[in-house]
């Protein structure tokens, strides 16, 4: 059973930086895309990049320039580094990982999340 476990959430001011971590477990992981999502309050859940399995990655336009995904495939952890983060950049941030293909901004894409770190960006 594939298990994903997100840290280094927390409270960041605007212009300082986070990186985030996601542990998995319960692979190999060799074949699998991952991704970072995130939900704002009252939003719906977003992309915010994705590494495949060929270490293609692709970022969400508003975070592009900022945020960089990575992988360490030795530990099987994935993680965010959020570089100048600003408040439209709280929400929970959620890992995501798939074997089965797709579009890799899709939640659908991914069978299994983890539960969710939160950040917070102060002004």
Not at 13 to 19: E, F, M, N, P, V
């Amino acid at each position: 059973q594939v298990q994903l476990a997100e840290s280094g959430g927390g409270l960041v001011q605007a212009g300082g930086s986070l990186r985030l971590s996601c542990a998995a477990s319960g692979g190999p992981f060799s074949y699998y895309n991952m991704a970072w999502f995130r939900q704002a309050p009252g939003k719906e859940r977003e992309f915010v990049a994705a590494i495949t399995w060929g270490s293609v990655t692709t970022y969400a336009d508003s975070v592009k320039d900022r945020f960089s995904i990575s992988i360490d495939d030795a530990k099987n952890t994935l993680y965010l580094q959020m570089n100048s983060p600003q408040p439209e950049d709280t929400a929970v941030y959620y890992c995501a990982a798939g074997a089965k293909g797709g579009i890799v901004s899709d939640t659908g894409t991914y069978e299994y999340w983890g539960q969710g770190t939160q950040v917070t960006v102060s002004s």
